[in-house]
Every structure is written in C-alpha cells, then in structure tokens.
C-alpha cells in the first residue's frame, strides 16, 4: 500500500504541468525524491528532487541554483529546471539508473563480497575528478554534504564503473539522506576546504572492510584497512581527515 505522502503528491498531477511523477526514489540522497517525466521533452526520464517549504524564496538557495545551472561534468546530473510547486521549491535533474554508494557499500561489507580494487581505483578517480571540476568551475560549486549517499554508483566489470554525485549545494535546504549506513563528514569545515575533508571520508570508505563478514560498516577511528589497500594510504586518508 502507498503512504498517504505518497499518494498525495502523484494525485496532485505534474508539477508545474510539466513533470509528471511517477515513484519515489528512497536512495538517491537529500530530500524528497521522485523518478518522473518531462511531458515537454518526449517523456524523457528525470528525477525531480523536492526541497523543504522554508527555503522558498531564499535569497541563498538562489544563489546556489545560480551556480548549478551553468555546472556540467559526466560525473555528475545537471540541473535541467527548478521551480516552486505546493510551496516548496525542487529540482530537476537527469534520470541515472544506479543505487548509492552508501548502499553498495552496506551490501557488501554484510556479504562479504567486497568490490575490486579496479572498481574502487576507478569511483576514486572519477569522485575526485566531479569535485574538482565543481570546484575549478566559472563561478566555481562547493557540495556542502558530500558522503556516500550522495555518490550513485553503477557497477559492471572493474572497467565499466560509472559514477554521479548529486546534491551540490542542497544539503542546507532539504532533509538528510535516510540511510543509516552511510559515511558523511563532520560539517566542521565549508566550502572547498570541507569538500576535500568528505572526500577523504568517501575514500576512506571505499578503501575499508569490516573485520568479519556481516559486521556494521567500520566507524571512522577504526583501523579496519582492505587487505589489498597499502598502509600509506590508509595512513594518508587518515591524515586528511
């Protein structure tokens, strides 16, 4: 059966004429989010993200949609459109078929199975190649809340990762990812300087394992280093935490 919330905002019809809504999406990081279709475009796919009410009308989350509707790298969703409908503002973005991170991780630190390190050499470069463009961008994108909820990962062979992240710039203006298992960093640090500080907790991530199958996913200060990850950069991830 379908939650009240649920039904609610599919029997409302499409937001803004344009964007009809079809199911939620519960891994796809901050806020409230939709798979839907652009009835202008074809029908194409997209995800439309919905904000929290307070923020209509802000001044700031203006700005911050300023700076994503010029931002473009493969390795993360552009923003095709935003608007307010219902009171609360939302984004829409290209549909990527993929799971989070926080997810793929969680899966298989239970299992066992834990990803090649082709797999992970590969999320590295590409998670670090998404924030840096943000970062060198004209004007230039800070995430915000960068973490593993917010990484969509698709896995085929090693060779055959791809990879999104999402949400730069939403984090203060929608509800956190609900997802119990994933790794955010401490919000002690804005701007590019705090981006950096997430992502070495990201890659912390990717590079540990439990200590026995099935066991929750290692906390931070734990030293819980992939046998095939050599120390130093265990130890450099560590440091730049």
């Known amino acids: 059966m379908q939650s009240p919330a649920v039904t609610d905002s599919t029997a409302r019809g499409p937001l803004d004429g344009r964007f009809e809504l079809s199911e939620p999406l519960s891994h796809y990081g901050y806020g409230e989010v939709w798979r839907g279709r652009d009835l202008q475009v074809r029908g194409r796919d997209v995800v439309v993200k919905r904000l929290a009410a307070a923020h209509a009308g ?17 390795a993360t969703l552009a923003l095709l459109h935003h608007g307010v409908a219902d009171g609360r503002p939302y984004l829409v973005h290209d549909f990527f078929d993929a799971t989070s991170l926080a997810s793929t991780l969680s899966r ?16 590295s470069e590409k998670l670090c190649a998404a924030i840096e463009a943000a970062h060198a961008g004209v004007p230039p994108v800070a995430h915000g809340g960068l973490g593993t909820s917010c990484v969509l990962v698709r896995l085929g062979a090693p060779q055959q990762v791809d990879l999104r992240v999402v949400d730069f710039g939403v984090a203060p203006y929608a509800e956190p990812p609900d997802e119990s298992t994933g790794v955010t960093a401490p919000r002690v640090t804005k701007g590019a300087a705090g981006d950096v500080l997430a992502l070495a907790h990201v890659i912390r991530a990717l590079c540990a394992a439990p200590a026995e199958k099935g ?17 130093a950069v265990w130890k450099a991830l560590t440091r730049a935490m």
Do not use: N, Y
């Open 215 to 231: 066991q929750a996913p290692p906390a931070p200060g734990l030293d819980w280093r992939r046998d095939d990850i050599p120390e």
């Open 58 to 74: 802000s001044p700031a989350l203006a700005e911050t949609l300023r700076r994503l509707r010029t931002f473009r790298h493969g």
């Open 108 to 123: 298989a630190w239970r299992d066992g199975s834990l990803l090649p390190r082709a797999a992970l050499e590969r999320l």
